[in-house]
């Protein structure tokens, strides 16, 4: 079983990586192109690229928050009805309809209410890991400012950290996830 949390979480953490990166990068390069041309298409020499790239740089760390919720959401779909370590989660159909089974074409109207048990379980897991961590540095770190050493990077990390407890923990508290082996 160890194997299998183990490689559905880097399967996730690898698609939500390479999907925030791509969506804020491709969201930055908009954002710069747009308000290059909005300026005229003046000719690029060194201070025009030096700030294109200061403006890419500034729209890339906004647009990695928007990304990473994009990448979260998106991600839970590609989790289901892929074998890892000789097993495979399942997601049952609706109780209420008295159909049983398995959904085996999986669209993001299925996932709402497992996303949203899963994303809270997320939320409570790396707000957690911040309270650890927040009293491991003020204890043994000499920061002035409590919050000194946390930014995206950081909250990427404990969204990591907690991802792979969350779908141990989504398998016992989402009743419509099943795990079976493949």
Do not use: H, P
């Not at 020499?45 to 906004?62: E, G, M, P, Q, R």
């Not at 839970?76 to 989660?89: I, M, P, Q, S, T």
């Not at 508290?173 to 099943?178: D, L, N, T, Y």
């Amino acid at each position: 079983m160890s194997r299998f949390y183990f490689f559905l979480w880097l399967f996730w953490l690898l698609r939500v990586t390479l999907c925030t990166l791509a969506s804020a990068g491709l969201f930055a390069f908009i954002i710069t192109l747009s308000i290059y041309m909005k300026q005229g298409l003046v000719s690029l020499d060194s201070t025009v690229v030096s700030a294109l790239l200061d403006i890419w740089n500034f729209w890339f760390t906004i647009s990695l928050n928007i990304g990473l919720l994009f990448a979260l959401f998106r991600s839970v779909k590609y989790l289901f009805n892929r074998c890892y370590g000789g097993f495979v989660l399942k997601l049952n159909r609706c109780i209420k309809e008295n159909t049983s089974g398995f959904i085996e074409e999986i669209g993001y109207g299925d996932l709402i209410k497992v996303w949203r048990k899963w994303f809270m379980i997320l939320i409570w897991l790396v707000g957690s890991l911040m309270v650890i961590s927040l009293g491991l540095t003020y204890l043994f770190t000499s920061y002035s400012s409590l919050f000194d050493w946390f930014n995206i990077y950081i909250l990427y990390l404990f969204i990591a950290i907690g991802g792979y407890i969350s779908f141990i923990v989504m398998a016992g508290r989402c009743k419509s996830v099943r795990i079976i082996k493949c």
